[in-house]
Nanobody, 122 residues
Framework: VQLQASGGGLVQAGDSLRLSCTGS????????VGWFRQAPGQEREFVSA?????RYSDSVRARFTISRDNAKNTVYLQMNSLLPEDTAKYYC???????????????????WGQGTLVTVSS
């Protein structure tokens, strides 16, 4: 299983970005795909996840939208109204045994992409 995250960049506060996570070796539509982020000097934190439903952290719920394109085996994270505190490296992850209620637990995700850096300037 391989995951490829892309779409990061340097933007200004208030701008938007769309991250993509494309997988191979596993059919995304059958499993939970999550986005996590890690800011410099901080622990990695849950951002959002999707399977048949969607889940968001409180800090992004009103601004980010997760979606999937099954034909492309790709999950997207549309990030609007970006804030400087959204600056982080964003990782996508997946696994075959993640059950609802554990989607925000990074320890449940065995497969990770390499991450894409998002920098939001004020």
């Amino acid at each position: 299983v391989q995951l490829q995250a892309s779409g990061g960049g340097l933007v200004q506060a208030g701008d938007s970005l769309r991250l993509s996570c494309t997988g191979s070796g596993l059919t995304f539509s059958s499993y939970v795909v999550g986005w996590f982020r890690q800011a410099p000097g901080q622990e990695r934190e849950f951002v959002s996840a999707i399977r048949s439903s969607r889940r968001y952290s409180d800090s992004v719920r009103a601004r980010f939208t997760i979606s999937r394109d099954n034909a492309k085996n790709t999950v997207y994270l549309q990030m609007n109204s970006l804030l400087p505190e959204d600056t982080a490296k964003y990782y996508c992850a997946t696994g075959t045994t993640i059950i609802f209620g554990m989607w925000d637990d990074e320890r449940k995700y065995p497969f990770w992409g390499q991450g894409t850096l998002v920098t939001v300037s004020s």
